[in-house]
């Protein structure tokens, strides 16, 4: 009987030495794309229009074979109010036109910069706790959250639901008055739109849903007003106005 010869048996280690040659290649050009990158970078030029690559030897001039000159910006003038080191203010031969200081506008226009402090809303029941806070150096304004990230109000509210008042309290509302009282300034600080509570409840329509019509949730399980539907804007805005009637300035 006759046997045919079959070709040369290349076995495992051949397959496997042509991977090794594919992967090799592929990380030749990723560092090859890398390496370009780096060096290109400084001439990648970023504009409305998109991503361009401007390299300099492509913007030479034609005739002289040099770039062009850039325009050159006229150098900043910066003026003082201090006099020169022998006490004398400095001169110009050129006549400056007379300045006149900015008029202010009507009301209370004086810049005022706030220093705020947080206050914990827990500890406010305290009246040493509000006390330190009053006699901080340099506080002259109390930041108070009044409406939390899983939306609970922090203060005995008509606006909201009973079942977002668990965490309220008088101490909340007593704690503003005396801050106002005091002199200082009073932020009322609210979570706005993610919202744990009202969406769960009684403003399940007013909710952020998902497309099957499910109550969208975040990563941290919170739900979220739609800022989209007039009755969230309705909410804030009356939670805003009791911040006012508290005592809140900001």
């Known amino acids: 009987m006759n046997y045919r010869i079959p070709g040369p048996y290349r076995g495992y280690n051949a397959h496997r ?77 050129a006549a400056e036109p007379e300045q006149t200081a900015p008029e202010k506008p009507a009301g209370n226009s004086d810049s005022l910069i706030l220093n705020a402090v947080c206050a914990d809303y827990a500890k406010l029941s305290d009246r040493e706790y509000r006390r330190s806070l009053m006699s901080l150096s340099g506080v002259n304004a109390v930041i108070v959250d009044l409406k939390l990230a899983d939306g609970n109000v922090t203060y005995l509210s008509k606006a909201a639901s009973p079942d977002a008042q668990k965490k309220a309290s008088d101490s909340v509302s007593d704690a503003i008055k005396e801050f106002s009282e005091n002199g200082l300034r009073v932020i009322g600080r609210i979570s706005a739109f993610r919202d744990n509570a009202a969406p769960r409840t009684v403003m399940r329509s007013s909710a952020i849903r998902t497309g099957s019509g499910a109550t969208w949730l975040d990563y941290n399980y919170y739900g979220w007003l739609d800022p989209y539907k007039k009755s969230s804007a309705e909410y804030l805005g009356a939670l805003s106005k009791e911040a006012e009637e508290l005592g809140c300035s900001e």
């Open 17 to 93: 030495g042509r991977r090794l040659k594919i992967i090799a290649a592929l990380v030749g050009v990723c560092l090859l794309g890398a390496s370009a990158f780096l060096l290109l970078q400084d001439y990648l030029v970023f504009s409305p229009d998109g991503v361009r690559l401007e390299l300099p030897f492509f913007g030479l001039d034609k005739k002289s074979g040099k770039a062009p000159k850039k325009e050159e910006t006229p150098p900043l003038k910066v003026e003082t109010g201090g006099s020169e080191k022998n006490g004398t203010e400095p001169q110009s031969n």
